[in-house]
């Protein structure tokens, strides 16, 4: 259920600010203006040729995470059948893990038609 379709697209990304990030025990929502990504996935932070992991099922880290915020998305890429991650302008890249399973790893709604279950 959770492998990233061949037509995945999210140009549509491209430009946008990241103005919200919002966090909870066992999720991370983050909200664009005309996009969001929420889920319990794993998601790790590259920068600076580091790579941290920051949630997986729950918060191990935010360490980061505040960095983001008002940041543009400057490129977006379907790494693997399992991957994908958004690069921002202050040089921090965000690549969101799914697995496959009976749940879904991660929601993102393109404005208010298109969606991806993940």
């Known amino acids: ?13 491209t430009g946008e600010d990241l103005s919200q ?11 664009f203006d005309s996009l969001s990504i929420q889920g319990g996935g794993q998601v790790l932070l590259e920068k600076s040729g580091d790579s941290k992991k920051l ?10 995470l505040d960095a983001l915020i008002g940041s543009k998305v400057v490129g977006w890429q379907r790494r693997s059948d399992f991957q994908f991650s958004l690069s921002f302008s202050c040089g921090a890249t965000l690549v969101f893990v799914t697995q496959e399973g009976p749940y879904e790893d991660f929601t993102i709604l393109v404005g208010e038609q298109e969606f991806y279950v993940l």
């Open 1 to 13: 259920m959770n492998r990233i379709p061949e037509d995945f697209d999210l140009s549509a990304l």
């Open 55 to 64: 949630f997986s099922g729950s918060w191990l880290t935010t360490c980061g």
């Open 21 to 31: 990030i919002r966090i909870d025990q066992h999720q991370i929502q983050l909200h």
